[in-house]
């Protein structure tokens, strides 16, 4: 049963438009929410984060927007680039012991062309 | 630092063969943890360990799946006997309290079991 789900498994995006990830949870208990990028035969790497107190987070040219009422996020990339091909994972998290230890989504390819 | 090491990059073996991955985290880092990616089931966790103590393995799959940590600096993941089913990206990554900025992850191993 998937707790973290994007049910988009990809994403076309012209370059210079914005590109919107979406992420939707069913556990209310979730505390944090992370998105990571993914490049082929690389390691996931940490993108942005918001907390469950938030609403919105920016960070340069990305934005996660947080609906806690509805069970959803979703990272916004303005403007898109090439080089933001890649599969970005959503995550959230429950505190257990001290330690975070992130639930995944399976992923959405995004693919932004020139 | 070098990041999170994996070794090896890709792994090619018979049905019923012994496979072990192995895992150098960060320094200082002391939680270790380690994912499998499926296009199916997305990036799962199937263990983590705590200052080199297991703290859940409820995500292995089965019994021929086993983990160890013996050191601060070194983990392995070990599948005996192999099966097809088992063919996937398996991910290392390891991180520290506080440790808002997500996870660090290894590139990866690729295992195929024909």
């Known amino acids: 049963d998937q707790q973290v789900k994007q049910n988009s498994p990809s994403l076309s995006v012209q370059e210079g438009r914005i590109s919107i990830l979406n992420c939707d949870y069913t556990n209310s208990m979730f505390d944090y929410f992370l998105w990571y990028k993914k490049y082929p035969a690389e390691g996931p790497t940490f993108l942005i984060s918001i907390s469950s107190i938030k609403d919105k987070n920016e960070d340069g040219r990305f934005t996660v927007f947080l609906n806690k009422s509805a069970k959803h996020l979703s990272l916004h990339i303005v403007p898109s680039q090439p080089g933001d091909s890649a599969v970005y994972f959503c995550a959230a998290t429950l505190p257990s012991g001290g330690s975070y230890i992130p639930t995944f989504g399976r992923g959405t390819s995004l693919i932004v062309h020139p | 630092d070098a990041g999170v090491i994996q070794s090896p990059r890709h792994e090619v073996t018979e049905m019923g063969q012994e496979v072990t991955l192995r895992c150098k985290p960060i320094?200082?880092?002391?939680?270790l943890f380690w994912y499998r990616q499926t296009m199916m089931r997305g990036l799962e966790l199937l263990i983590y360990?705590?200052?080199?103590?297991?703290i859940d393995d409820s995500g292995m799959p089965e019994d021929r799946f086993s983990a160890k940590m013996p050191n601060a600096s070194f983990s392995t993941l070990k599948i005996q006997p192999s099966e097809p089913r088992d063919s996937a990206v398996y991910f290392c990554?390891?991180?520290?309290?506080?440790w808002g900025h997500g996870y660090t992850f290894g590139s990866g191993t690729r295992l195929t079991v024909v």
């Open positions: 320094s200082g880092h002391d939680y």
């Open positions: 990554a390891s991180s520290s309290p506080g």
């Open positions: 360990f705590n200052n080199n103590v297991p």
